[in-house]
């Protein structure tokens, strides 16, 4: 009986069994043996789980091919066309699971600086294996283009996702390409789904981290934010929804839309100063 893998009825942190109308539940994508019945079960299970997930995933003494092997598998879909589109600018989106992180950089408007952009945080993370075959697919030439994610493995256990993101923003890609100036401020707003009721280190659990526009003026960035918060408080009307609208100690204008015993949405104006040198060289 030991020997027979655990079902997905019940869920592994709080054992809570699944009925027939519910969804399948969510399964650790590493070891593939245990199932939760939703991601705050996952989160709270992680510490507990990945010493065990680790043994299960990795039984003999060579894990580091192995996970080597998951990352190449998965960065061969980045290839493809060279040719860039002139309308087209890259964001990089970095998450660790059973985390509260979430990042995005960008936007870049080549293809080169993206490879080199995900290179520095594979760095800063200390993703060897990550690390290693971005420096390989930038020796071997930029020759991808469209949405993808690279998987990586990280020293404590856990791993992080990178993705790919790519937006058609004419205006703002002719702006990044004309400008002679090697500095170019752009104005990203932000949609954050923060759940207020699942705390980490003292802070709300981030859901979801987005960006919804991305503007070369910081004025129509802050009237898009403004138009923005103001239909969500049209959508949830009642005494429940509060709708906060202030600018914070840098001048960026932010939202906050707190809905009761739901999850809190912000939005919010953050400058990103595009730094490309003129040099294409590769070093």
Not at 83 to 109: C, F, K, Q
Not at 179 to 198: G, I, M, Q, R, W
């Amino acid at each position: 009986m030991s020997s027979t893998p655990p079902s997905n009825s019940n869920c592994s942190h709080c054992n809570k069994t699944r009925t027939e109308s519910e969804p399948a539940y969510q399964r650790c994508s590493r070891c593939k043996q245990s199932f939760y019945c939703s991601a705050a079960c996952q989160r709270s299970d992680w510490k507990q789980h990945k010493k065990r997930c680790s043994q299960i995933e990795s039984p003999t003494t060579q894990p580091t091919t192995a996970t080597r092997a998951t990352v190449r598998m998965n960065l061969n879909g980045l290839r493809g066309s060279a040719v860039e589109d002139p309308d087209v600018i890259y964001y990089l989106r970095e998450s660790i699971p059973h985390t509260n992180h979430i990042a995005i950089r960008g936007p870049y408007y080549r293809l080169e600086w993206v490879v080199r952009n995900m290179a520095g945080m594979f760095q800063n993370h200390k993703s060897a294996a990550g690390l290693d075959y971005t420096k390989q697919l930038w020796h071997q030439g930029v020759d991808f283009k469209g949405v993808a994610h690279v998987k990586a493995p990280l020293p404590d256990g856990n791993t992080i996702l990178v993705e790919i993101m790519q937006r058609e923003e004419p205006d703002v890609a002719l702006y990044l390409r004309g400008s002679a100036e090697e500095h170019k401020t752009v104005y990203n707003v932000y949609d954050v789904v923060l759940d207020t009721h699942d705390s980490r280190d003292g802070f709300p659990s981030t859901q979801e981290r987005n960006v919804s526009a991305v503007f070369t003026s910081k004025d129509a960035a802050e009237a898009f934010v403004r138009k923005t918060a103001e239909t969500w408080k049209a959508e949830h009307p009642g005494p429940d929804t509060e709708l906060v609208l202030e600018y914070d100690a840098s001048e960026n204008l932010g939202g906050a839309l707190v809905l009761h015993k739901k999850p809190t949405r912000m939005i919010g104006v953050i400058p990103f100063e595009n730094f490309e040198p003129s040099n294409n060289g590769k070093s």
